[in-house]
């Protein structure tokens, strides 16, 4: 039976390398989208085309309910052993006129939706005694970032609750680990920085790709990195 992955927030520029990824491995990938469905069936398109298995599913991760039921449908053909959690938004402002909703509207999606999505997908992935969860961070969540406080307080969260998670389920040949990305190279963040930026923000002075984040991913989740758990592992360019 070939193994499901399930990839939250697949839609996006690095999701959607994560996905191809994990296509090109041999994985059953679930391209998980909410804001832009046609996006996520784009992506499941792309990994067809390629001989792969793959198929968009949407729902909302801040919402517990939806997320249940979608996620037992998902179950109904066979359990998700491999799970990327890289749903996640951003809304920054200086936190003295940062908003409520600002706040609340980063964590509910980053580290809320880990919680909504990863506690229902344990049971079924402790029976089989294999599985490998990785969340997306962001160096903001290591050494902070100004206007970036719920988005810094968001990934710093999932960083705690990857070392624990990772306790709880090494008995179980359950691996949990993060992976943090610097600035890489995407339509959002070509918006934000400028060449001149990226050289004084990165040493190596030029931004990642998403396909360097994608093939950290690949190794997290196959049988080679079995004894890795546990791990926040950055992809920055060596940005402090």
């Known amino acids: 039976m070939t193994t499901r992955a399930l990839v939250t927030g697949g839609s996006?520029?690095?999701?959607?390398?994560?996905?191809?990824?994990?296509?090109?491995?041999?994985?059953?990938?679930?391209?998980?989208?909410?804001?832009?469905?046609?996006?996520?069936?784009?992506v499941a398109q792309s990994i067809r085309d390629k001989g792969g298995q793959a198929e968009a599913v949407?729902?909302?991760?801040?919402?517990?309910?939806?997320?249940?039921?979608?996620l037992e449908r998902l179950h109904r053909a066979g359990p998700i052993q491999v799970l990327v959690h890289n749903a996640g938004i951003y809304d920054d402002a200086p936190m003295a006129g940062m908003t409520l909703t600002q706040w609340k509207s980063v964590i509910?999606?980053?580290?809320?939706g880990f919680f909504n999505v990863t506690q229902p997908l344990l049971l079924p992935m402790i029976r089989t005694?294999?599985?490998?969860?990785?969340?997306?961070?962001?160096v903001s969540g290591l050494i902070g970032n100004?206007?970036?406080?719920?988005?810094?307080?968001?990934?710093a969260g999932l960083?705690?609750?990857?070392?624990?998670?990772a306790l709880e389920l090494a008995s179980r040949h359950i691996t949990v680990n993060a992976?943090?990305?610097?600035?890489?190279?995407?339509?959002?963040?070509?918006a934000l920085f400028d060449r001149d930026a990226i050289g004084r923000l990165v040493p190596m002075k030029r931004a990642?790709?998403?396909e360097e984040v994608a093939s950290l991913v690949s190794y997290l989740v196959s049988d080679v990195a079995a004894f890795v758990s546990g791990q926040i592992i950055s992809v920055n360019g060596a940005q402090a």
């Open 208 to 210: 990642g790709t998403v």
């Open 129 to 138: 005694r294999w599985g490998r969860i990785v969340t997306i961070t962001s």
């Open 179 to 190: 992976v943090a990305p610097g600035i890489i190279s995407t339509p959002e963040t070509q």
């Open 159 to 165: 960083h705690g609750a990857t070392k624990a998670l």
């Open 108 to 112: 509910d999606v980053s580290l809320n």
């Open 58 to 70: 949407c729902f909302d991760v801040t919402d517990v309910e939806q997320t249940r039921q979608a």
């Open 146 to 155: 100004r206007g970036q406080v719920n988005y810094a307080a968001a990934k």
């Open 12 to 42: 996006g520029s690095i999701g959607r390398a994560i996905c191809l990824a994990l296509g090109e491995t041999g994985l059953e990938v679930i391209v998980h989208g909410c804001a832009h469905r046609e996006r996520a069936e784009a």
